[in-house]
């Protein structure tokens, strides 16, 4: 592994060193990236000899081990090979996933190669300052600057990203983990055996219900599209072997050095955001269970926290993003109406189970099954959770036993565990049916009286007769059944909520306790009251369940809170969740039943996706055009002489030629605008304006900071009425099939009689 984590130390030394001499210079141009790259081959190098003497090998596949070898090495090679390819005057990418992703990155890595001023502004959003973690792509623009082709340097990053990674996942856990990367989906791909007549039986889709699923084809969905993983997964799985060795396993095993760990931490904010909240949370909990370890993490977690803050702030815009106020009027001058923040973090109980796609598919399957529809609450939730995750809560839930029954060292019915399970399965739906579930805060739901002062008066001597109830109960110490616990946790809650509540008073932006985040409350107690009882315990041999049972805890979290603007973000976290618990799922509990057992649960849990796997990767994908060459080519040579630095009005589309030459638009796809976090709705509307030629068309570009204006298919497409009022007033300075370039500053020439 000291190759893996070497050339891992050269990329990110690389990228730092080129955000230094960029910061330094103002832009990146030849010099300063041919030192960057030199200087990040020789930390690589010094990486290496330090190594030099490692003893760690890899264990090598045996028998069925080979298989995901050789499944990830063919997805790797069809996948990467064909990222991105010409044929003809067509520039396509194999994958209809990455038809909006790809543009993106090429817009970003070609905006930091043509000498974007630092910290420059966002290309999909000219008024803001860019907001993206866009390490992977600033390593391709340095290798574009040192001469190397944007296309050919997505191909041999994306191989070498792909590479690190299996290495990577091997050392984590084995052959099962890098089956379950590859192949982990739930239930949908079985559908496939009722196809259509003359469908495909490998398809990028579940089957005939044509259901676009939350949780996708890891591969195809994550991997290959979002690049920040091309560093983050095999530096992120790395990190996680090295601290298993180096918190749990007495050193005995492979390791990094402490300064290889805190270069591939620190430097992970511009890279993948996602990962290293994943990584900082795992941390956090191992910080309290190990307590012979929390010297060890302190001084990393010390070490790194400046660099790592300076990068979230780099990739956070510096805060700049949405920092301008929303015009209304000139009138609003003196006190300008301050910009909606943007919801970066959100609240929503069940993630992606009431998206329209999984109602659109429940409606599919009732028009298929008419019978089903009395049960329409347990259907819509069933088909999401069954159809997306299979069997994988219900081994997880069964791992998560059986190291409880390690920690406590006695025996636990397992028939409890299956009638919380069933419970849950059953309750759920309705309580998310229930208005006042799903809405009301703990006080309104329990004590639905109209007047407040009345209400939190109730509340709290409800909260404090529970509180002595428990206390009472816990001195007689006589068997309760828990009681004292149950009302116990009800004065605490209730107490919490009184807190929120009157925060909330005297800060209207501050949460308040709302009922349906109990489940998420309940957890957090039981992991903490886990990890503490963990650290009390002081058994080296308890050591999986440091990582288990906070890696089911943040898959749980994912399913009640999103951390970004779209919700399906959260599976860039989810995927740690699921690769943290994977080789434990394995070695603690699958390695050890019946061999029929073994195929049985491999089968449910890897079938789904190996179908979706084969079905986005198979000879029926042909690819999909992102661009003509020629167009590109002749946009670029129009804009040549235009300065980096200027916006340019257009349409709002990721295929946008403009955007595939590295050029800064006033605003790009509105998908990604969304993801990002930035509030445009404003800027949306002077755009329309200006582009449909209204009478204050110059307001609009003076308000947008515009001076040039592209107006081609996609632009004719997008306003199809458009006025052109701007065409009589102002000067063409490049034209041809591609479209019409207009300089807004530059008055229409007079005709000559």
Wanted: glycine share 8%; with cysteine.
């Amino acid at each position: 592994m000291k190759y893996v984590a070497a050339i891992l130390y050269a990329v990110s030394s690389s990228v730092l060193l080129g955000l230094l001499l960029g910061w330094k210079n103002g832009h990146l141009d030849t010099t300063s990236a041919a030192l960057s790259l030199t200087g990040g081959i020789i930390v690589g190098a010094y990486g290496l000899w330090v190594a030099r003497k490692e003893s760690a090998h890899l264990e090598k596949p045996r028998g069925w081990g080979w298989a995901p070898v050789v499944l990830f090495a063919l997805f790797s090679l069809r996948a990467f090979l064909w990222l991105v390819f010409r044929q003809g005057d067509e520039l396509r990418v194999l994958s209809p996933n990455n038809l909006g992703d790809l543009p993106l990155h090429i817009a970003f890595i070609r905006y930091f190669a043509n000498g974007a001023p630092f910290w420059p502004d966002s290309p999909i959003y000219s008024l803001g300052k860019l907001t993206y973690a866009a390490g992977t792509d600033f390593f391709n623009s340095l290798l574009t600057l040192a001469g190397m082709d944007v296309e050919r340097g997505l191909v041999f990053v994306g191989l070498g990203g792909a590479i690190l990674t299996g290495l990577a996942l091997w050392r984590w856990g084995g052959a099962f983990t890098l089956m379950g990367f590859l192949c982990g989906a739930g239930l949908l791909g079985f559908a496939t055996f009722f196809r259509e007549a003359g469908e495909p039986f490998f398809q990028d889709y579940a089957g005939n219900l044509k259901f676009d699923a939350a949780w996708k084809s890891l591969p195809l969905a994550l991997f290959v599209t979002q690049r920040g993983f091309l560093y983050a997964l095999p530096a992120g799985l790395l990190l996680l072997s090295s601290w298993r060795t180096r918190f749990f396993l007495g050193n005995t095993g492979w390791r990094m050095p402490f300064a290889g760990e805190l270069l591939l931490y620190a430097a992970m904010p511009f890279f993948h955001m996602h990962t290293f909240i994943a990584l900082s949370f795992m941390l956090v909990a191992f910080f309290i269970a190990q307590a012979t370890a929390r010297l060890k993490i302190f001084g990393l977690v010390s070490a790194a926290l400046i660099p790592a803050s300076v990068l979230v702030w780099i990739t956070m815009g510096m805060f700049q993003t949405n920092a301008l106020p929303v015009w209304g009027n000139m009138g609003q001058f003196e006190n300008p109406p301050p910009r909606p923040s943007s919801e970066v973090l959100g609240w929503q109980p069940g993630w992606m189970v009431n998206d329209t796609q999984t109602q659109q598919a429940w409606q599919s399957f009732v028009k298929a099954m008419p019978a089903a529809e009395p049960i329409a609450p347990h259907g819509q939730f069933l088909l999401f959770w069954l159809g997306n995750f299979g069997a994988w809560p219900f081994v997880a839930a069964a791992l998560a036993l059986a190291l409880l029954r390690v920690m406590w060292s006695r025996a636990l019915a397992a028939k409890y565990v299956w009638t919380c399970a069933l419970a849950f399965v059953f309750i759920t739906p309705l309580l998310g049916l229930w208005t006042s579930y799903q809405g009301d805060t703990w006080a309104n739901f329990f004590y639905p009286i109209k007047d407040a002062i009345t209400r939190n008066t109730v509340a709290h001597i409800a909260a404090l007769a529970a509180l002595i109830c428990s206390v009472m109960l816990h001195i007689r110490r006589k068997r309760d059944f828990g009681l004292r616990w149950v009302l116990l946790g009800f004065a605490a809650i209730s107490i919490l909520d009184g807190l929120l509540t009157m925060l909330h008073d005297w800060e209207q932006k501050a949460p308040q306790l709302r009922v349906n985040s109990l489940p998420l409350l309940i957890a957090t107690i039981v992991l903490l009251t886990l990890l503490v009882q963990y650290a009390r315990r002081r058994d080296a041999s308890l050591w999986r369940a440091a990582f288990v049972l906070p890696g089911l805890f943040l898959f749980f979290l994912c399913c009640n809170v999103k951390f970004a603007p779209w919700a399906w973000d959260n599976t860039k976290i989810m995927i740690w969740a699921w690769l943290i618990v994977l080789p434990f799922l394995w070695e603690h509990l699958i390695a050890r039943w019946k061999c029929w057992q073994k195929w049985g649960i491999c089968v449910l849990l890897f079938f789904s996706g190996f179908v979706g796997l084969l079905g986005g990767l198979g000879g029926t994908q042909q690819g999909y055009e992102i661009a003509r060459c020629s167009t590109l080519d002749a946009v670029a040579a129009a804009v040549r002489n235009i300065p980096i630095t200027e916006p340019f009005a257009t349409a709002p589309h990721y295929q946008h030629p403009l955007l595939l030459n590295g050029r800064k638009v006033i605003l790009g796809y509105e998908g990604h605008l969304k993801s990002h976090g930035i509030i445009y709705n404003n800027e949306s509307v002077n755009l329309s304006e200006l582009m449909n030629g209204v009478d204050i068309w110059r307001l609009n570009a003076a308000e947008l900071g515009v001076h040039y204006l592209y107006y081609g298919p996609l632009e004719i497409e997008k306003w199809p009425r458009s006025r052109e009022t701007w065409r009589n007033s102002v000067q063409v300075i490049a034209s041809g099939p591609w479209g019409e370039l207009f300089d807004l500053d530059i008055p229409r020439a007079p005709l000559d009689f």
